[in-house]
């Protein structure tokens, strides 16, 4: 366990630099306010110790974090108080928007979310396993498949819409509070009541943030248990005479829980993750409500607080999966860990010293930071021209290859064939937005805010749109008017509009349309937002970011991984060890609050267009890892090969092996990982644009309509269903992807039977 404290340094260090680098910092509203002088500004900014360099304030938190403690990091006026080395206790600093301590603050939120938190993974393994089991036991049966279907939609169903749903069904039946940890009536109530109140308002939190990880774990205990049970030692045992229920129970239970029981220590930490978007969907004041709104304020002695508490769950997470580990496998024996690794250490302690002296250097010599800025830019363009190179080539490769080897088995299989169609079609409709929607995604008509979805019939011997008047402004109800109605007309011509069909070809004609002379005639397929825009058009438009962003990033991930991850497995040595380092210490950052940091530090004022790239960079900087590390082990085994070592014999260079021999064995793979892994960076655009970090209005992202849908109380109170159709996209969506790389990944496995 020791090894994690440098890898804690590490990331909190790197946490603290991204809020360093952010524009501005907490007194920026104090300091474009016209009621505070610059002269208390001053004063403040010197208090809160930012006017000193970032690597000086991190010392001064670390300080303060640690129980043994030195006065050279401590400001002038308090060094004379103390001794050189001290002891103290731990202290995580004062809490600049709440005006108190941190410790204190974090201690009113930590425990909602580690009750949530504890509630869920009780959840998540009391029902997944004995589901797996089942499942595995009744293979191909009717529970097989029917756990299958649900559990590939509980993994396609977003957090944030999930949360959205649970509150949109206890406001209509009342069954369940509709947020908060407590009633109003909490105080008075008797202890028994008090309990059932905490229980009655945790139930809904609970269930949604537990339906990904028992979908999740329940296919990872079917697939252990299906492997052991063709084990040798099961069919030893089965041939000693054994009953079947000792064998299943005694041998292959036993061994396919070790891999559920190690995925607990990362299993607990990354609840914390998905409690902040449930938190705030769900106004439950837990720990991650307090990280996120700390985030956007840029209290970062908060922000820092929860960045260790996170990495305290995830250690204290795989202390327990340890213990449990060896109460369930006997041959496993806990041993005293003699000393932190230096594969660990090694990174987190050369970036912050090279941070450092990279800060020291700008400050103190200008020029330096002047070279160092056009140097860096000149390198950054270097190296997005080689990686697009890479990336169209890597593209064009896969293409081939999927449609020669895998697409002919894919539809060969109905879940496959379905999948891909529903793909093509939201691909296409994305492609063809501007065709396809009747109006601009910016487009308001303000009378008819909330409009319900426009009712068409067969009239006549036409199509016609019904009419409708507004009845009640104040809730936005609207009635349909007798015996008003609007011809539906296809491939009307549009003056105004000026797209291009593919970026190329100049249109003015939409596919359908009403023909009215009235100015504001409208035909709402799925209803209108608050401010009277076209549903249906928004979610074409936004079809064309949610969608498109799953495949630039994964590109980039899958380019990266293999680079990154085949050199490590083929040289080995120096650079296989600080590849891996530097591999092992993304993947144990908490992601969420990374990339909520990320996106605060670096396009706090971007554009639509500037964010979809930033979003992009960032969901491919924190993707790669996991695929380089697989690559590896795989790059290592075929470094073995005779025929790898018989390209070395020829002379051949390190490339060419590596694109020539590496690349081909390890491509199905890329497909199945980069199939499943579209998914995540769906979700990761989504999860931003919906806490108001991603997509800005007014464009369009699926993620930025279900945010609108969860801000404007109307839609949740007064059922405005079609305001989280959005929702429903990238479920369908995440779910054929699913499905499709769940197929390719069968197609690609070389044990399956």
Same mark, same amino acid.
């Given at each position: 366990?020791?090894s994690?404290v ?7 260090a790197?946490v ?8 501005g910092?907490?007194?920026?509203e104090?300091?474009n306010?016209?009621?505070i ?9 010197i208090?809160?110790g930012l ?7 991190y ?5 303060s ?8 990091l ?24 709440y005006?108190i ?5 974090v ?8 009750l949530?938190a ?19 036991v009744?293979r191909?049966g ?7 279907f ?9 957090y944030?819409f999930?949360?959205?749903?649970a509150v949109?069904?206890a406001?209509?039946t009342g069954?369940?509070?509709?947020g908060?940890?407590?009633s ?9 009541g ?11 939190p609970?269930?949604?943030?537990s339906?990904g990880?028992?979908a999740?774990?329940m ?5 252990n248990f ?11 045992a089965?041939?000693k ?15 396919a829980?070790n ?6 220590g990362?299993?607990?930490a990354? %609840? #914390?993750s998905g409690? =902040?978007l ?5 106004n439950?004041?837990g720990?991650?409500?307090?990280? @996120? +709104? /700390? ?7 908060v ?13 204290v997470?795989q202390?327990l999966?340890?213990?449990?580990l060896a109460?369930?496998d006997?041959?496993?024996?806990l041993e ?16 912050a010293?090279?941070a ?5 250097a700008?400050?103190?010599y ?9 140097a ?8 997005a021209?080689?990686?697009c190179?890479l990336l ?13 080897? %895998? #697409?002919?088995?894919? =539809?060969r ?13 939201l @691909? +296409? /409709? ?6 396809l ?24 011997g ?6 409708y008047?507004q009845?009640?402004?104040s809730?936005a ?10 011809p539906?007309?296809f491939?009307v011509?549009d003056?105004d ?8 070809i ?8 009403v ?22 058009s928004?979610?074409l438009?936004g ?11 994964i590109a980039i ?8 991850g085949g050199l ?6 120096a ?6 380092r ?7 950052i ?5 990339l909520?940091?990320?996106r605060?530090a ?22 790669w ?17 005779q ?7 020829m ?5 060419k ?10 491509l199905s793979?890329?497909?199945v ?7 995540a960076?769906?979700?990761?655009e989504?999860?931003?644009s ?5 997509i800005?209005?007014?464009s369009?992202?699926w993620?930025l309509?279900?945010?609108q849908a ?17 929702g429903?996209?990238i ?8 499905i ?9 496995d070389?044990?399956?039977?």
């Amino acid at each position: 366990m020791l090894s994690m404290v440098p890898l804690m340094l590490g990331i909190s260090a790197l946490v603290f630099l991204l809020m360093y680098l952010s524009p501005g910092d907490f007194l920026s509203e104090a300091r474009n306010s016209k009621d505070i002088s610059p002269e208390i500004v001053k004063q403040e900014e010197i208090r809160l110790g930012l006017d000193k360099p970032w690597y000086v304030q991190y010392g001064r938190w670390l300080n303060s974090v640690s129980p043994v403690k030195t006065n050279l990091l401590l400001p002038e006026s308090e060094r004379g108080k103390h001794s050189l080395v001290y002891f103290g206790s731990p202290d995580f600093g004062y809490s600049w928007s709440y005006k108190i301590p941190v410790t204190e603050l974090v201690g009113q939120r930590i425990f909602p979310t580690l009750l949530l938190a504890l509630a869920s993974t009780f959840l998540i393994y009391a029902v997944s396993i004995p589901l797996g089991v089942l499942a595995a036991v009744k293979r191909d049966g009717f529970f097989d498949k029917l756990s299958a279907f649900l559990a590939y939609a509980a993994l396609s169903i977003p957090y944030f819409f999930l949360a959205l749903l649970a509150v949109l069904f206890a406001a209509v039946t009342g069954l369940f509070p509709t947020g908060g940890q407590v009633s109003i009536l909490h105080d008075f109530l008797s202890p028994a009541g008090k309990v059932w109140d905490w229980v009655e308002h945790l139930i809904l939190p609970t269930l949604v943030l537990s339906v990904g990880g028992i979908a999740s774990m329940m296919r990872v205990m079917r697939g252990n248990f299906l492997d052991y049970s063709r084990a040798e030692f099961v069919t030893t045992a089965r041939a000693k005479g054994m009953g079947e229920n000792a064998i299943m129970f005694k041998h292959v239970l036993r061994n396919a829980l070790n891999p559920v029981i190690t995925s607990f220590g990362f299993a607990f930490a990354g %609840l #914390l993750s998905g409690a =902040l978007l449930v938190e705030n969907v769900m106004n439950y004041p837990g720990l991650g409500q307090l990280i @996120y +709104a /700390a985030i956007i304020k840029q209290d970062q002695y908060v922000v820092m607080a929860g960045v260790v508490i996170g990495c305290a769950m995830l250690v204290v997470g795989q202390l327990l999966a340890d213990i449990l580990l060896a109460l369930a496998d006997p041959r496993i024996r806990l041993e005293r860990e003699k000393a932190p690794t230096k594969a660990i250490a090694i990174f987190p302690a050369s970036a912050a010293l090279a941070a450092a002296a990279l800060t020291w250097a700008s400050e103190t010599y200008p020029a330096f930071l002047e070279f160092l800025k056009s140097a860096s830019f000149a390198v950054l363009i270097a190296a997005a021209a080689v990686l697009c190179v890479l990336l169209v080539a890597g593209l064009g490769w896969a293409a081939v290859f999927f449609c020669k080897n %895998l #697409l002919p088995q894919t =539809l060969r299989s109905p879940r496959g064939a379905t999948a891909l169609a529903v793909l093509a079609v939201l @691909y +296409a /409709a994305a492609i063809l937005a501007p065709f396809l929607a009747p109006y601009e995604p910016t487009e308001q008509c303000l009378d008819k805010s909330f409009h319900p979805p426009s009712a068409i019939f067969f009239k006549d011997g036409s199509l016609r749109v019904q009419c409708y008047r507004q009845s009640d402004p104040s809730i936005a109800k609207y009635e349909p008017i007798e015996g008003e109605s609007l011809p539906l007309k296809f491939f009307v011509r549009d003056e105004d509009s000026n797209y291009k069909i593919l970026g190329l070809i100049p249109f003015k004609t939409r596919l359908f349309g009403v023909e009215s002379s009235q100015p504001d005639a409208r035909v709402y397929l799925l209803g209108a937002d608050s401010t009277g825009r076209d549903v249906f058009s928004r979610l074409l438009y936004g079809a064309r970011v949610s969608l498109s962003i799953g495949f630039v990033g994964i590109a980039i991930t899958m380019v990266l991984g293999f680079l990154v991850g085949g050199l490590a497995g083929y040289f080995g040595g120096a650079f296989d060890f600080i590849a891996m380092r530097f591999v092992e210490f993304l993947m144990a950052i908490p992601s969420l609050y990374l990339l909520l940091a990320m996106r605060s530090a670096l396009a706090p004022h971007f554009d639509s267009a500037q964010m979809y790239i930033m979003i992009v960079i960032i969901l491919s900087a924190l993707g790669w890892a996991g695929t380089a590390r697989v690559i590896r082990g795989m790059s290592l085994s075929l470094a073995n090969t005779q025929y790898v070592q018989a390209a070395k014999a020829m002379g051949e260079s390190p490339v060419k092996i590596i694109v020539k021999h590496f690349l081909p064995n390890v491509l199905s793979y890329l497909i199945v990982a980069a199939t499943l892994s579209i998914p995540a960076y769906v979700l990761g655009e989504a999860a931003l644009s919906f806490l108001g970090l991603g997509i800005q209005e007014p464009s369009a992202s699926w993620g930025l309509m279900l945010a609108q849908a969860q801000n404007d109380t109307k839609v949740l109170m007064l059922g405005f269903w079609w305001m989280l159709i959005p929702g429903i996209a990238i479920f369908a969506t995440v779910l054929c992807f699913n499905i499709l790389g769940d197929i390719l990944r069968d197609i690609a496995d070389p044990k399956k039977d």
